[in-house]
């Protein structure tokens, strides 16, 4: 039922050392002028319960649900205070029982912006604060409404987010965010559906969301090790349950909590090269399956062109 894997994808922080930065939209980094970033992040996500409104179930016809996400994603440094980052999943859906087929394609490409509008340096530590904002729509024809295979939620996603991070002096530091999800509709193969009501027409309301974060991390051997755990949680304003022994569908109102761990390397061999892993567990949720996500990624940044002097 994780159907907006957008969500799960800017979890996977991009970090970099000394002066080489990559960035996703939910952290708290920006890239030097003219810096490009390169990344491809593959992510393995499976669950065997789920749960259908607040009550956690399995289901034989669907055995274990294996969805493969391969995503390569584009960071630009316009200015060292404004960033643009493009990102396009590739998914790949299949369950291990049942006789439902499975489904491949591209999601949504979503294109987003960053600005740090305040950052405070002392000898301590620093603060800094961030906005991001972006869109993301769908880029091939997926049927959204062949839950729980579907490829994406099939909408247009607007989002704001803002983020403050505080860097002690030793390399710890804590960052924090919150972000507003607005969505839109999706149109659906059938021209009637029930969702608290009788409704005779193939578009569906999707329901938009909030998302919480707050992460934990820390530097290590001079900045060539990260490690962090996090803590993240989305709500859906508005939506129905999943329906006894029905499938869900875009309508549904989508609630989670999941913790997460990564951790990123950067190998003295190449420079603006690094690798990274990571794992995250949905806890507690609404309509949505109980997941365990494991991820990796490679990403390699430059300096595109250099400045005039």
């Given at each position: 039922m994780k159907n907006k894997i957008i969500i799960f994808l800017v979890l996977t922080a991009l970090f970099q050392?000394?002066?080489?930065?990559?960035?996703?939209?939910?952290?708290?980094l920006m890239m030097e002028k003219n810096e490009l970033c390169i990344a491809l992040i593959y992510q393995n996500d499976k669950w065997d319960e789920y749960w259908e409104g607040t009550l956690l179930r399995d289901n034989q016809n669907i055995g274990v649900l294996t969805r493969n996400t391969f995503m390569p994603m584009l960071a630009y440094g316009v200015t060292k205070k404004f960033n643009i980052i493009t990102s396009l999943p590739y998914v790949e859906t299949e369950a291990?029982?049942?006789?439902?087929?499975?489904?491949?394609?591209?999601?949504?490409?979503?294109?987003?912006?960053?600005?740090?509008?305040?950052?405070?340096?002392?000898e301590s530590g620093s603060l800094s604060t961030f906005i991001s904002g972006g869109f993301s729509l769908p880029v091939s024809p997926y049927l959204s409404d062949y839950m729980p295979f579907s490829l994406g939620l099939g909408t247009q996603e607007?989002?704001?987010?803002?983020?403050?991070?505080?860097?002690?002096?030793?390399?710890?530091?804590?960052?924090?965010?919150?972000?507003?999800?607005?969505?839109?509709?999706?149109?659906?193969?059938?021209?009637?559906?029930?969702?608290?009501?009788?409704?005779?027409?193939?578009?569906?309301?999707?329901?938009?969301?909030?998302?919480?974060?707050?992460?934990l991390g820390c530097w290590l051997l001079n900045k060539s090790i990260q490690l962090e755990a996090g803590y993240i949680q989305q709500s859906a304003f508005s939506g129905d349950d999943i329906r006894r022994q029905n499938a869900g569908q875009p309508t549904n109102k989508m609630d989670m909590t999941s913790g997460n761990a990564r951790?990123?390397?950067?190998?003295?061999?190449?420079?603006?090269?690094?690798?990274?892993?990571?794992?995250?567990?949905v806890f507690s949720g609404r309509n949505i399956g109980k997941s365990t996500i494991i991820s990796g990624g490679i990403t390699y940044q430059f300096i595109l062109k250099k400045a005039q002097s």
């Open positions: 050392t000394a002066i080489l930065k990559a960035q996703t939209p939910s952290d708290a291990s029982r049942g006789q439902m087929v499975g489904a491949s394609g591209l999601q949504d490409f979503g294109i987003f912006i960053k600005y740090q509008p305040y950052e405070l340096k002392k607007f989002s704001l987010r803002g983020i403050i991070k505080y860097e002690h002096k030793s390399g710890i530091y804590l960052r924090g965010s919150y972000a507003y999800l607005h969505r839109t509709t999706t149109e659906a193969e059938r021209d009637y559906y029930y969702a608290d009501g009788s409704h005779y027409t193939t578009t569906m309301d999707v329901p938009s969301a909030s998302t919480a974060d707050l992460a951790l990123r390397y950067f190998p003295n061999l190449i420079k603006g090269l690094s690798f990274m892993a990571g794992y995250s567990e």
